[in-house]
């Protein structure tokens, strides 16, 4: 009956975990959000879109995240964050999706302005029970001043679209990110 309990709860944290929460937050004046992907989920209709925050000299200063929440979910305005390349750069990342206290999507990387590249890695909780993490890599190539685009590592292919594959213990894949099997 324990176990029972314990997997019910599990799952509870795992559903509530690829929710992207946010706080409200604007764009900071003289900064400009460069469209990068956007990102579904399988268990709701919320849509997220990632961009990258440029400041003067094009230089980039962190992700914004805009994320219009599923019509049945509270709240049901938009939600915005902004996640500063600090917190992208440190050793830890910054957390993209919780669920009651179980950091379910992190993102951590280098960002190199001046050379018009980066690489992020994607860490996401595979299996809740166990808290097991997968972890793919995706490159940023600029193509123009303000211009910039996801590429998948393991196929060089531009991401316009991540969708959020889950299963009842956590996150099974990032489809266009991860590769598949």
């Known amino acids: 009956m324990k176990l ?7 799952a509870l944290v795992v559903a509530s975990a690829i929710a992207i929460p946010a706080t409200a937050a604007t764009l900071p004046t003289g900064m400009t959000a460069v ?3 956007t990102i579904t989920n399988d268990r709701d209709t919320s849509i997220s879109k990632i961009n990258l925050i440029l400041g003067s000299q094009a230089r980039v200063r962190g992700i914004y995240m805009q994320t219009r ?3 049945d979910s509270e709240p049901v305005q938009d939600q915005n ?3 500063w390349i600090g917190g ?7 957390v993209l999706g919780q669920g009651q206290g179980v950091e379910a999507i992190l993102l951590r990387g280098d960002i ?4 018009g590249r980066g690489s992020l890695v994607i860490s996401y909780l595979n299996n809740g029970i166990f808290g097991s993490y997968n972890q793919c890599t995706v490159h940023l190539q600029r193509l123009a001043p303000r211009q910039w685009q996801l590429v998948n590592s393991y196929n060089n292919q531009p991401i316009k679209h991540i969708k959020v594959q889950t299963w009842a213990l956590g996150i099974s894949t990032l489809d266009n990110v991860c590769p598949t099997a």
């Open 112 to 115: 190199q302005s001046e050379d």
């Open 88 to 94: 992208i750069e440190s050793d830890h990342g910054v």
């Open 69 to 71: 929440p599923s019509a």
């Open 4 to 10: 029972i309990r314990l997997f019910c709860i599990l």
């Open 35 to 37: 469209p990068l992907a």
């Open 81 to 83: 964050k902004i996640y």
